[in-house]
């Protein structure tokens, strides 16, 4: 009995000069699940851990439970704000002639009422910081954060200030999340510690 030497190679994807586009994010081959474009690179997404998962489960049926005609609950989308920067927010809730159709891969920033994102151990400073500062500038006018803090889940909520184009905290939110924009959402966050 022999023992064969496969070697196995990973091709990465070799960026240009200026960076990745839109249009590159959407058309090279093999790109992992969950790929966003930020400042022209690619980020990998790393696997989900329970917290965020079941987050991202009762808050969907939470936000879809209570959301007015003219608006839709997105997962996981591709949200373009520029020809650089296209990240997936975890929940985007988009106007909803936005909606194109069961193949539609993308929506625009200008679409997005509201972004939010989960914070992992690996994305800490892209949601605390990159990514709110991005979706602000692109026109989002509402974004939320959610961590979970001394064992409670805790929601930071934020509204877009029109004449600085810069996010504003409007409160913290723990254990529930109680709001009237961008339409009135009442969600008990500790049903994700029963699930």
Known sequence: MTAEFVEHR????VPPHAGYTVDDLFT??????HTELIDGSLIF???????????????EHGLRATALDEFRVRREMTV???????PEPDISVVRAGADAGLEQTR?????????????????KSR???????????????????IERDGGRNV???????????A??????????IKVDKPYPIDIDLTAIDKL
């Open 127 to 145: 949601d605390r910081t990159t990514k709110p500062v991005k979706y602000a500038a692109a026109g989002i006018p509402h974004f939320w954060r």
């Open 28 to 33: 090279l081959p093999d790109l992992p699940p």
């Open 80 to 86: 373009v704000l520029d020809d650089h920067n296209a």
């Open 107 to 123: 929506y625009q920033a200008r679409d997005v009422h509201l972004a939010v994102e989960v914070v992992s151990p690996d994305s």
């Open 167 to 176: 996010y504003v905290h409007m409160g913290v939110h723990r254990d529930q």
């Open 155 to 165: 929601v930071h909520v934020y509204e877009l200030d029109p004449l600085t184009h």
């Open 10 to 13: 990973v091709h990465w994807p």
């Open 45 to 59: 997404m790393s696997p989900q851990r329970n917290f965020h998962a079941l987050v991202l489960y009762v808050l």
